[in-house]
C-alpha cells in the first residue's frame, strides 16, 4: 500500500513516472541472508511517485524536486527503511529487515486496519487492506464499522439502499473517487455503495474537510478514496468466497497479471446473491430486497522506457433487486391489493490516464541555490453511463445518465520548496428522469402526476494549485478554481490547507474552502418513493453550496509495545449558503390538511453541522491492538416558516471501541468490534403534532476469528451479536397505500445476528 501526502499528488501518482536514480531492494533475514525483494515499493517522502522494483529488486524512479531528499522503501513482512538521496549520482542499496522489525510491519501496515495517515496534510483516515479483513466487507457499505467519522445506515426500509453520513450530513456532500477520479455521482448515488467489493479493494482514505481542487468541486465535507488492487501487484490470482445464514452468497476474484515489463493488466470479476426472502420483524414486509449482482472490471497499465505511462479500463454492472410485501406476485399487474418493489442498475464505466514526465529533476550546482524541479503533464478522461428502472408500488421512477469527462494537469515547481499543478477541466452530464407519482389521499381517492426532470449540464474550468513544503515542517496547499456551469453561471472555488510539525510528534492540521453541488431530487432521497405520500419538488431548486472548515491535533506517544500510540483530536463545521432539502414536517406548520406530502425546496435560513472526533490508538502488547474513538454531532436546518430544528435522523455520537489480537507468525486473528450509537431525532410523519421524538441509544456487537494457512486465510464471524433490530421500521405496513405509510424513519438495524464464513486464497508469485 503506497502512502499518499495529499489527494492533489494522488494523480500524479497514478498517472506520471519519470526515470533517473537507478538501485535496488534487497531483503535481510534473522539469519543474515540477503535477498533481492521483487515488487517493492520505492518513493520519496512528501511525494507520490511511487515505483515498483522488478523480479531482481531493481528500480529506476525520478529524481525529487530537490536535493538532498529522503527515499523510502516498503515491503510486507519487512520494517520500512529510509535513505537519503543528495544526487542523481547516488545509487540507492537499501536493505529491508526482518525479526522483531517484522512485528512492527506487520501491526502497523498489515494488522493496523485503520489509522490517521502522518504524510497527508488534510486529516486522512486510512482503512488499510488488513482493516477491509477485520469483518466480511462483503462491499463498501459494510467497510466503515471500524471507524467513528463514517455512519453507514439505511435510507428507507424497502429498496436496501445504504448511504454515509460524514461530518453530521448525508453522503451526497462527500466526493467518492476511484483512485482520484469522481465515482458514484448522479443516478448511481443511491445504490454506488453496494457497487464497490470491499475485497477488490487496498485501501480506503477518508479525508476530512475541505480537499484538494484538482477533483472538481463538488466536496464538501471531505473525500473517500479507494485505492484498487494494483495489476502489478505481485498476487496472480487473489480468491474470496462468503455465505451467510441468510444464504448470501458472494465470489469475488482478481487476477493481477504482469504480461511483459511494460504491459500488466487486472481482471476484477464479483457475484453475489440474496435469494430468500426474511422477515424477522413479522411485519409481513422482507427485511431486504431479495437482489443479486454481476460486477466486473479489467485495469491496464503500461510503463514505458521514456517514463511515459498509460492506465485505462473499464468496468460493467448489472443489479436487480425485488422486495415489499412477502406475498407479493410480481407477474401480476400493480394495484393496491398489494405492495411490491423491484429495482434495475446498470452500469457502465471507462477510463484512461496518460502520463508523460517533460524533465527529470536535476541537483542543485555550486552556483545555484535550488534544485530544478520536476515538469509533468497529465490528461483524465473518463466516462460514466447509468441506467436506473424502478417502481415503489403505484410509483414509477426510471432515470438514465450519461457523464463524460476531462482533466489536463500540469506540474511542475520553483526552488526548494514551491510546486505547483495547474489545469483545465470539462465535464457534460445528461440526465432523463422521469418520476410517474402515484399515491391514495386520506379519503383513498387515486391521483398520479408526471413530473420530468431531465437537465443537461456542460462544465468547463481552469484550476491552480499552490504547495510551500518547508524543510518537512511546514505544508501550505492553497487552491483556487473558476468553472463556468451552463445553468449557474460562474462557480469560484476556494481552498486551503495547513499542516505544521510542531515536532515529530504532534502535528497540527487545518482546513477550509467552498464546495458546490447539484441536487437530484430522486436519486438523493431515493427513500420517499416507498412511502404513500405525495412528492411536490419546486421549480427553482438551486445549486448547494457550503463552507466547510475545521483543523486537528495529532499526537504521537511512546507509548505500548511499539512506542507508537496516538492520539488525533478534530473539529470540523459546515455552513451551508444555499441547500435543498427535504421536508416531510411542514404540514405541521402550514396546511396541515397536506400532511400526505413530501416537499423538496431551498434552504431559507440557516444550516450547519459541528463535529467533534477524538480517536485513540495503541498496541499495549506484541501483536495486540486497540483502537478507541468517540464522534460529536450537532447538526441544525432551517426549514419552512424560520423552524431552526435539530436535522432528523442524524445520530448525536457514536463510541468504537476495536480490538485485534494475532497469535505468533498470525497464525490466528481475533478481532471484536463494540459501538455504542446515539440517539436520532425522528421526524413527526405521522403524529400532527410537533414534538421531539429520539430514538433510543443502542449498542452493536461484531466479531471474527480468522485462520491463516499458507495462501489460505479461513474465517468466522457474527455481526450483531445481540440481535438487535429496531421495532416497527416501517409505519402502517398493514395499509401500505395510506398517506401515513412510511419507510424512511430508519435509525437501528433492519437485520438480525448475521453468522458469516468464507475464505480467502492469494496466490503469489
Known sequence: MKKILFFATIIISHTIAAQGIKGV??????????????????????????????????????????FPAHLIASFVGYENDTLTVTSTEDSPDITLHEGRALDEVVVTGRQAGNYISKLSTIKTEVISAAGLTKMACCNLAESFENSAGVTVGYSDAVSGARQIRLLGLSGNYVQMLDESRPDMRGLAQPFGLSYTPGQWLESIQIAKGAGSILQGYENITGQINLEYRKPVTPQPLFLNLYFDRFLRTEANVVSSLQLSEKWSTALLAHASTDPKKYDDNHDGFMDEPVKRQINLANRWIYLADNGVQLRFGIKGLYEKRESGQMDFDYSRPRDTTGYGSRIENKHFNAYVKVGVPLSVAQPPREDIAAAQATSNI??????????????????????????????????????????????????????????????????????????????????????????????????????????YHSLYRWLLTPRATLKYHFSDRLILRASAGRGFRTANAITDNIGILATGRKI??????????????????????????????????????????????????????????????????????????????????????????????????????????????????????????????????????????????????????????????????????????????????????????????????????????????????????????????????????
Not at 512528501?46 to 529506476?60: I, L, P, S
Not at 477541466?425 to 422521469?434: A, G, I, K, P, T
Request: hydrophobic letters at 35%; aromatic letters at 16%.
Open 378 to 483: 497529465a490528461f483524465i478522461g473518463d466516462y460514466t453511463f447509468h441506467e436506473l428502472n424502478s417502481f415503489f408500488g403505484l410509483k414509477n421512477y426510471n432515470g438514465r445518465e450519461n457523464t463524460a469527462t476531462f482533466n489536463g494537469l500540469f506540474q511542475s515547481g520553483f526552488g526548494k520548496y514551491h510546486t505547483y499543478t495547474a489545469g483545465l477541466s470539462f465535464r457534460w452530464d445528461d440526465y432523463r428522469e422521469l418520476l410517474e407519482d402515484a399515491w391514495l389521499d386520506n379519503s383513498r381517492r387515486p391521483h398520479d402526476n408526471t413530473i420530468n426532470l431531465n437537465r443537461r449540464e456542460i462544465t468547463g474550468g481552469l484550476f491552480g494549485e499552490y504547495t510551500f513544503n518547508y524543510k518537512e515542517k511546514l505544508t501550505l496547499v492553497a487552491g483556487l478554481r473558476a468553472d
Open 25 to 66: 531492494v534487497s531483503g535481510l533475514s534473522p539469519s543474515g541472508e540477503k535477498t533481492p525483494l521483487p515488487y517493492a515499493s520505492v518513493y520519496w517522502h512528501h511525494a507520490a511517485m511511487a515505483v515498483t522494483t522488478d523480479e531482481n529488486g531493481h528500480f529506476t524512479i525520478a529524481p525529487p524536486p530537490a
Open 536 to 765: 411536490e419538488i419546486a421549480d427553482d431548486l438551486q445549486l448547494e453550496e457550503a463552507w466547510t472548515f475545521g483543523g486537528s491535533f495529532s499526537w504521537y506517544l511512546p507509548w505500548g509495545y511499539d512506542d507508537n500510540a496516538s492520539i488525533s483530536v478534530d473539529y470540523f463545521r459546515t455552513d451551508f449558503t444555499h441547500q435543498v432539502l427535504v421536508d416531510a414536517e411542514r404540514y405541521l406548520y402550514e396546511q396541515p390538511q397536506h400532511y400526505s406530502t413530501y416537499w423538496i425546496y431551498n434552504l431559507n435560513g440557516k444550516s450547519y453541522s459541528n463535529t467533534f472526533q477524538v480517536d485513540f490508538s495503541i498496541q499495549p502488547m506484541a501483536r495486540f491492538t486497540l483502537l478507541a474513538a468517540f464522534r460529536y454531532t450537532g447538526a441544525k436546518t432551517t426549514y419552512t416558516g424560520g423552524r431552526l430544528r435539530e436535522r432528523p435522523l442524524n445520530d448525536r455520537f457514536k463510541a468504537l471501541l476495536n480490538l485485534q489480537y494475532a497469535t505468533r507468525m498470525h497464525i490466528w486473528t481475533f478481532d471484536l468490534t463494540a459501538q455504542l450509537n446515539g440517539a436520532t431525532r425522528l421526524p413527526d410523519v405521522e403524529t400532527m403534532v410537533p414534538g421531539n421524538r429520539y430514538s433510543p441509544v443502542y449498542p452493536m456487537f461484531f466479531a471474527q476469528v480468522t485462520r491463516k494457512f499458507k495462501g489460505v486465510d479461513l474465517y468466522i464471524g457474527v455481526e450483531n451479536i445481540l440481535n438487535y433490530m429496531q421495532d416497527d421500521p416501517i409505519l402502517h405496513a398493514d395499509d401500505p397505500y395510506s398517506p401515513l405509510f412510511n419507510s424512511t424513519v430508519i435509525w437501528g438495524p433492519l437485520m438480525g445476528r448475521r453468522i458469516y464464513a468464507g475464505f480467502r486464497y492469494t496466490l503469489f508469485k
